[in-house]
């Protein structure tokens, strides 16, 4: 969780309405290094998952072999749901390009 400049500023105007105490500027600057190194280890987590996610995906030409060998032996029965799945994301892709 990042702490905004602009929350910082509102706890700052809170605190200069109150009375600055001896170490205001210090304790600003924690919460800001609280606040960044938060969002660091976010981060990090979601790198650390995407990169999990790429290396388990199969390589496409393993898909398309399987694929190809499952037609061929007349077991690749997809149902209705999947194929309209695949021409969604198919439709979606085409968009995005």
């Given at each position: 969780m990042r702490i905004s400049d602009n929350e910082v500023k509102k706890i700052l105007s809170q605190s200069a309405d109150m009375g600055a105490?001896?170490?205001h500027a210090q304790?600003?600057?924690e919460i800001k290094e609280i606040g960044a190194e938060a969002e660091r280890r976010a981060d990090a987590q979601l790198v650390k998952q995407v990169v999990q996610d790429v290396v388990q995906t199969p390589d496409r030409e393993e898909m398309i072999?399987?694929?190809r060998a499952r037609i061929e032996a007349?077991?690749?029965n997809p149902s209705g749901d999947e194929i309209a799945d695949a021409m969604i994301r198919r439709s979606i892709a085409d968009r995005i390009k």
């Open positions: 105490h001896p170490g304790l600003v600057e072999a399987d694929l007349g077991t690749y």
